[in-house]
T-cell receptor, first 118, second 109 residues
């Protein structure tokens, strides 16, 4: 069983809706990530939080708004999305942000939230 | 930025045979090379990883080799089983993880 929990598993929304994806981990990890994955493609990095501060934003459109309320939680707020934003959204965590000497490097992924934008 | 190429994109093997997946990377700063397995409807899961100061690592039926000079690394699965069928992603990492394009492995019983 994954130790990263994502809700909801499935979400259908219209282009004018506002919704949120949620992610939770209780492994004491200090880095959390949002990835977007289209069918038959690798995960694409969207955002990275390190110690609850936004560390990396991969030039993601502002209709995606991340939030890290505490070290265990990560949200992705969605507003005015387009049909091409339909994808599997994966949350992941790691002990620390990769690159630091003490980092194990392993990403722990949740099972994802499958988003459909109509 | 980092660019990771992965081959083949699909691979079919008979149960019990070996499977090999190869990756190359471009950024010499990358120092961590994980391999992830993604089953249908699930998130990727780490199966093995290797750091830049090691040339080879083995875990039961799975092994990974790294050639830092040539900037390539490979995954070897021996005695394949139907439950090995999945999509496999290699990755290279320094500050952030860059994934390869994926290999869909099918093990035929």
């Amino acid at each position: 069983d994954t130790e990263v929990t994502q809700t909801p598993k499935h979400l259908v929304m219209g282009m004018t809706n506002k919704k949120s994806l949620k992610c939770e981990q209780h492994m004491g990890h200090r880095a959390m990530y949002w990835y977007k994955q289209k069918a038959k493609k690798p995960p694409e990095l969207m955002f990275v939080y390190s110690y609850e501060k936004l560390s990396i934003n991969e030039s993601v459109p502002s209709r995606f708004s991340p939030e890290c309320p505490n070290s265990s939680l990560l949200n992705l707020h969605l507003h005015a999305l387009q049909p091409e934003d339909s994808a599997l959204y994966l949350c992941a965590s790691s002990q620390f942000l990769s690159g630091r000497a003490e980092n194990t490097g392993e990403l722990f992924f949740g099972e994802g939230s499958r988003l459909t934008v109509l | 930025g980092e660019n990771v190429e992965q081959h083949p994109s699909t691979l079919s093997v008979q149960e019990g045979d070996s499977a090999v997946i190869k990756c190359t990377y471009s950024d010499s700063a990358s120092n961590y090379f994980p391999w992830y397995k993604q089953e249908l409807g699930k998130g990727p899961q780490l199966i093995i990883d290797i750091r830049s100061n090691v040339g080879e690592k083995k875990d039961q039926r799975i092994a990974v080799t790294l050639n830092k000079t040539a900037k390539h690394f490979s995954l070897h699965i021996t005695e394949t089983q139907p439950e090995d069928s999945a999509v496999y992603f290699c990755a290279a990492s320094y500050q952030k993880v860059t994934f390869g394009t994926g290999t869909k492995l099918q093990v035929i019983p």
